[in-house]
């Protein structure tokens, strides 16, 4: 049985957060990114929220995948290669950095999204 989705009220600090992973992101993927955007729900201030930080990051050719799903690797991310969706190339946290929602950018709970 799946776990039970969880929605919390805004946390002001999300913004936070996704400077934080915006940083890391950015200096993992100097020359390939284009744009990195805090995407979702925890992006609207006053919005309750599943405490996921969504990140979308930009790059100018999904293939080949290895200049940015080897940084985003080195930072923790799992490819998910298995997504059928092709027009952009998926990337999640471990499923035990989800469980424990920490909020560290090395273990920080964010999923993201290379288009």
Do not use: C
């Amino acid at each position: 049985m799946a776990e039970p989705i969880r929605v919390v009220k805004y946390d002001p600090d999300w913004p936070r957060r996704f400077a934080e992973l915006g940083t890391a992101f950015r200096t993992a993927l100097a020359g390939v990114a284009l744009r990195i955007d805090h995407i979702g729900s925890t992006a609207i201030p006053g919005l309750a929220a599943k405490p996921v930080i969504d990140v979308q990051i930009s790059v100018a050719d999904l293939e080949p995948v290895e200049p940015f799903k080897v940084p985003l690797e080195q930072l923790g991310l799992v490819y998910r290669a298995d997504n059928s969706e092709r027009t952009k190339r998926y990337f999640r946290e471990p499923a035990s950095t989800y469980a424990e929602q920490a909020p560290s950018p090395s273990s920080s709970p964010y999923s993201s999204a290379t288009t």
